[in-house]
């Protein structure tokens, strides 16, 4: 299945970082995240300096660069989840990882591997030029983001830049699992609608219970991310636990739409 | 102008746009504003104590073969030339209309400034430090306590300065609103390099005027220290137009080499030995390994150990208007103890750099040298001590 027909029905990303704890590792992670009902799998390239990220994700970063992980290493990684979960790919990585490899040397070994999409998160749509001219006619998508403080003007200009889909944050602040969900998100959704038709939107930071990607479904959006929840649990090592969350990421999703 | 050259940008978080484009806005305005500019001077001169002199220093320059002025930012209040900045950007986030301040600091240099500024502008100021140099610089975290900061030990991660930065800015994303963020030198996404090297430039400025002055003629060079690079740009700007004049930029060349095993670099010279990337906010020279992870720098002298430099440095570096060279810490420490004996000012480690390049300059070639003295050394006296005993 590709990204694009995934996102036919309401799409559930689920977050691992490569080599977290260790690439063998995070492989069983990414394919417990797909057993569990994740459709999509955002798998993490560590970074030494990542500072949109909060600190489970950090310590995600952290472990892999740990385990040895590097771009190469990644895109091993990639490989073999990708043919273990035939589930879509799209990847977090820092902007001067891409920088380093090459962008044109990136997209193509992104293309090789499976993946999909891109997210850069800090590599805003006014410095996004060099990329979207690279990846023009590939397969790999630039996705943005866009967060509650993003205005009108500034969300068409980034969704004339999108592919993919766009990522929603949901609230101000970096990623982190919260107990409740901003009650912005639902006006989020409904502006990224207005402002930027034609292109999916996926929420996510801070997105941790079942009730949360329901109620995420229901403010209309095409797509729920997840992450620190993940990355918590790989932490504790529980693989089980990663599916079982799926599960109920899914469930709470499913009950939005039987309701609808 | 968000680039300098090929270096610069805003690579930033989505969550931060607003908040740079207004800090933008209101730079902007603020450069045109009278009132701003006069209520900056005002405190300047009331209470950071500028104009900081220029001064002679005749043994050196006996010793050396052409005349050496020292530019005193060590007289600054608080001693070092980070005030400036501090002051600027303090009084930018109450026109802004923003009654608390944030900061980031390493070894406490900026965080003590930003507490300055903070009590002095009557802003809440709250300032992140890594727990690992909470511990190495208790007094620094009690003067900042006793100056009304909050000071908030960063637990996560290496504990140190990098986990500060990752800290701040996650305050800054949730507190945009009624917070502005005060960063330190001249790197991070723009405006923040114009905007400190605006605020920095008082350095040069004066030092132009008192130069014309007391010589009458501008200098063969001007010679500053570089880490991040904020008391270089500032020393710098003035003269950047005097074709004439060679302006050099010191890095810390540490200990020498890099082991990219463990990804550390024994130095921090990202303007000698970096290449371009993207660090934190804007595209510049740094300190980087093939896949691109960042490196660990090192130096002695905690202000210029970054992996990083400031984007309008790499630009005036690569079109060759800058000369960059490096010191390491044995000559810095030689340096330190040479100007205190033979000038009696004890310089800081970092502006001990600047001196040492000094004893490498060819006095066929210079009659009249600047170096700008970023901060006195009283901050450093135990670590010397401790390196090196009395000697």
């Given at each position: 299945m590709s990204l694009e027909e995934a996102f036919a029905e309401p799409v559930l990303v689920g977050f691992v970082m490569a080599g977290d704890p260790s690439p063998g590792e995070s492989v069983e992670y990414a394919e417990a995240l797909v057993d569990g009902g994740a459709d999509v799998v955002e798998l993490g390239i560590p970074f030494s300096d990542p500072v949109a990220d909060g600190p489970t994700i950090q310590r995600a970063h952290e472990r892999g660069l740990e385990a040895g992980v590097d771009t190469d290493s990644f895109f091993e990684i990639a490989s073999e989840v990708r043919d273990r979960t035939g589930a879509p790919l799209v990847t977090l990585c820092y902007y001067n990882l891409v920088y380093r490899r090459g962008l044109d040397r990136f997209v193509d070994e992104c293309e090789d591997a499976g993946v999909e999409g891109v997210v850069i998160p800090d590599l805003p749509v006014e410095e996004s030029g060099p990329m979207i001219e690279v990846t023009r006619g590939?397969?790999?998508?630039?996705?943005?983001?866009?967060?509650?403080?993003?205005?009108?003007?500034?969300?068409?200009?980034?969704?004339?830049a999108a592919s993919g889909f766009l990522y929603l944050v949901a609230r101000a602040g970096v990623t982190g699992?919260?107990?409740?969900?901003?009650?912005?998100?639902?006006?989020?959704?409904?502006?990224?609608?207005?402002?930027?038709?034609?292109?999916?939107?996926?929420?996510g930071f801070g997105v941790s219970r079942g009730e949360h990607a329901r109620r995420i479904v229901e403010a209309g959006a095409d797509g729920v991310i997840a992450g620190s929840v993940f990355v918590d649990l790989v932490e504790e090592g529980d693989l089980a636990g990663v599916r079982e969350k799926a599960g109920e990421l899914r469930g709470g999703m499913d009950s939005?739409?039987?309701?609808? | 102008m968000r680039y300098f050259g090929d270096?610069?940008?805003?690579?930033?978080?989505?969550?931060?746009?607003?908040?740079?484009?207004?800090?933008?806005?209101?730079?902007?305005?603020?450069?045109g504003d009278d009132g701003f500019r006069e209520e900056l001077d005002e405190h300047l001169g009331e209470y950071a104590g500028r104009p900081t002199p220029l001064t002679y220093a005749p043994s050196t320059s006996e010793r050396l073969g052409f005349d050496v002025y020292l530019k005193r930012e060590d007289l600054v209040h608080g001693g070092a030339h980070k005030l400036n900045n501090t002051l600027g950007q303090g009084l930018l986030a109450r026109e802004m209309g923003k009654d608390r301040i944030i900061a980031e600091t390493g070894a406490g240099q900026h965080g003590t400034a930003t507490a300055m500024a903070g009590a002095a502008l009557d802003l809440e100021t709250e300032v992140y430090m890594g727990a690992k140099d909470v511990e190495r610089q208790a007094m620094n975290v009690f003067r900042m306590r006793l100056m009304g900061a909050t000071v908030n030990p960063v637990e996560k991660g290496s504990r140190t300065l990098k986990d500060a930065i990752s800290e701040t800015l996650r305050d800054w994303s949730a507190s945009v609103e009624d917070t502005h963020y005060v960063i330190g030198s001249v790197v991070g996404p723009s405006p923040y390099p114009a905007m400190v090297r605006e605020f920095q430039s008082v350095i040069g400025r004066e030092a132009?005027?008192?130069?014309?002055?007391?010589?009458?003629?501008?200098?063969?060079?001007?010679?500053?220290?570089?880490?991040?690079?904020?008391n270089a740009v500032g020393a710098f700007h003035e003269f950047v137009e005097d074709g004439n004049v060679d302006l050099v930029a010191v890095e810390a060349g540490g200990t020498g080499g890099v082991d990219y095993g463990s990804r550390v670099a024994h130095h921090s010279a990202s303007l000698c030995e970096g290449r371009d990337g993207v660090l934190q906010g804007s595209k510049t020279k740094i300190l980087d390994d093939r896949y691109g992870q960042v490196l660990e720098s090192h130096s002695v002298a905690p202000g210029l150990?970054?992996?990083?430099?400031?984007?309008?440095?790499?630009?005036?570096?690569?079109?060759?208007?800058?000369?960059?060279?490096?010191?390491?810490?044995?000559?810095?420490?030689?340096?330190?103890?040479?100007?205190?004996?033979?000038?009696?000012?004890?310089?800081?480690?970092e502006s001990s750099h600047a001196l040492a390049y000094l004893e490498e300059m060819d006095p066929e070639e210079h009659d009249l040298v600047i170096v700008n003295l970023s901060g006195r050394g009283d901050k450093d006296v135990q670590t010397v001590y401790e390196m090196e005993g009395e000697r």
């Amino acid at each position: 299945m590709s990204l694009e027909e995934a996102f036919a029905e309401p799409v559930l990303v689920g977050f691992v970082m490569a080599g977290d704890p260790s690439p063998g590792e995070s492989v069983e992670y990414a394919e417990a995240l797909v057993d569990g009902g994740a459709d999509v799998v955002e798998l993490g390239i560590p970074f030494s300096d990542p500072v949109a990220d909060g600190p489970t994700i950090q310590r995600a970063h952290e472990r892999g660069l740990e385990a040895g992980v590097d771009t190469d290493s990644f895109f091993e990684i990639a490989s073999e989840v990708r043919d273990r979960t035939g589930a879509p790919l799209v990847t977090l990585c820092y902007y001067n990882l891409v920088y380093r490899r090459g962008l044109d040397r990136f997209v193509d070994e992104c293309e090789d591997a499976g993946v999909e999409g891109v997210v850069i998160p800090d590599l805003p749509v006014e410095e996004s030029g060099p990329m979207i001219e690279v990846t023009r006619g590939s397969g790999v998508d630039v996705v943005f983001l866009a967060a509650p403080t993003t205005g009108d003007e500034r969300m068409r200009r980034i969704g004339d830049a999108a592919s993919g889909f766009l990522y929603l944050v949901a609230r101000a602040g970096v990623t982190g699992a919260r107990e409740s969900l901003d009650a912005a998100t639902a006006g989020l959704v409904e502006r990224a609608n207005r402002n930027v038709p034609g292109v999916p939107k996926a929420v996510g930071f801070g997105v941790s219970r079942g009730e949360h990607a329901r109620r995420i479904v229901e403010a209309g959006a095409d797509g729920v991310i997840a992450g620190s929840v993940f990355v918590d649990l790989v932490e504790e090592g529980d693989l089980a636990g990663v599916r079982e969350k799926a599960g109920e990421l899914r469930g709470g999703m499913d009950s939005a739409r039987n309701e609808s | 102008m968000r680039y300098f050259g090929d270096y610069g940008g805003r690579f930033a978080p989505e969550i931060l746009m607003e908040a740079l484009e207004e800090l933008e806005w209101e730079c902007s305005r603020v450069r045109g504003d009278d009132g701003f500019r006069e209520e900056l001077d005002e405190h300047l001169g009331e209470y950071a104590g500028r104009p900081t002199p220029l001064t002679y220093a005749p043994s050196t320059s006996e010793r050396l073969g052409f005349d050496v002025y020292l530019k005193r930012e060590d007289l600054v209040h608080g001693g070092a030339h980070k005030l400036n900045n501090t002051l600027g950007q303090g009084l930018l986030a109450r026109e802004m209309g923003k009654d608390r301040i944030i900061a980031e600091t390493g070894a406490g240099q900026h965080g003590t400034a930003t507490a300055m500024a903070g009590a002095a502008l009557d802003l809440e100021t709250e300032v992140y430090m890594g727990a690992k140099d909470v511990e190495r610089q208790a007094m620094n975290v009690f003067r900042m306590r006793l100056m009304g900061a909050t000071v908030n030990p960063v637990e996560k991660g290496s504990r140190t300065l990098k986990d500060a930065i990752s800290e701040t800015l996650r305050d800054w994303s949730a507190s945009v609103e009624d917070t502005h963020y005060v960063i330190g030198s001249v790197v991070g996404p723009s405006p923040y390099p114009a905007m400190v090297r605006e605020f920095q430039s008082v350095i040069g400025r004066e030092a132009r005027e008192q130069v014309l002055e007391m010589e009458g003629r501008l200098p063969d060079a001007v010679v500053a220290c570089c880490g991040g690079g904020s008391n270089a740009v500032g020393a710098f700007h003035e003269f950047v137009e005097d074709g004439n004049v060679d302006l050099v930029a010191v890095e810390a060349g540490g200990t020498g080499g890099v082991d990219y095993g463990s990804r550390v670099a024994h130095h921090s010279a990202s303007l000698c030995e970096g290449r371009d990337g993207v660090l934190q906010g804007s595209k510049t020279k740094i300190l980087d390994d093939r896949y691109g992870q960042v490196l660990e720098s090192h130096s002695v002298a905690p202000g210029l150990d970054y992996s990083g430099v400031g984007p309008e440095l790499a630009h005036l570096e690569e079109t060759g208007r800058i000369e960059a060279a490096s010191v390491g810490d044995g000559a810095a420490l030689r340096g330190f103890r040479r100007l205190s004996r033979e000038e009696g000012i004890i310089p800081a480690l970092e502006s001990s750099h600047a001196l040492a390049y000094l004893e490498e300059m060819d006095p066929e070639e210079h009659d009249l040298v600047i170096v700008n003295l970023s901060g006195r050394g009283d901050k450093d006296v135990q670590t010397v001590y401790e390196m090196e005993g009395e000697r």
